[in-house]
């Protein structure tokens, strides 16, 4: 039996082929402009990188903000669920999931079965979002993806008070002004994000073993900055942007396997 799992997000579309027991292909894109383009081209890469065909397909979930614009899905659930079931998968002693995406991060509850316990989600406000960092990466005059190798070297993170986008934006240039170092700035861009994402999680807890998922958790500095504020050690999955797809696929083969019952 073959299914995939489609996560159509704010900043990449994510899929998932699954063929029995183990996953055969993987694909991270930008969504762009057009939400079901995205799903059709991330779906199809996905299969040709498994070398199958689209025929071939049992079932299909799909998730995501983009989840409903996915032709392709026979069912569509949310990214909240599908989350949990990707991590429990990967991680099966998690209990917490912290997800930092292009446009909301979340945490996520989860018991020993993968089944969410409780979740908070901030997808209201930039802060504390991939999208936060892109802005004070072109602020700073460096690429995002050198943002966390950069704020290791950061001795004394900048205070960083402003939880608003707009406004810490002008706290950049007045740092910039003051004559701190780009490497403090960044550090404390990402103290300031992880103590937005503690605050944030309060209400749902952050048992052991933490999981640290989204496009965000590639990013080093922001996995010490979360470590360091929660004094727990962080868990990242080698491919931490497909839990999502992960998760969808998974549940797909359960609804595909249950609907041959």
Known sequence: MMVAGIDVGAATAKAVILSDESVTGSVVIPTGYDVSTAAESVIREALENSGRKIQELSFVVSTGYGRNAVALSNKAITEIICHACGVNWMVPEARTVIDIGGQD?????????????NFVMNDKCAAGTGRFLEVMSKVLGIGIDNMGRISLQGTEPCSISSTCTVFAESEMVILRARGESRENIIAGIHKAMAHRVALMGR?????????????VAKNEGMKKALEDELSLEILVPEEPQIMGALGAALLARAEAARRLD
């Not at 945490?107 to 993968?114: L, N, R, Y």
């Open 105 to 117: 991060s979340k945490v996520i509850g989860i018991d020993d079965k993968g089944n969410v316990d």
């Open 203 to 215: 209400s749902v807890g952050f048992r052991k073993e933490v999981v640290f998922t989204g496009g």
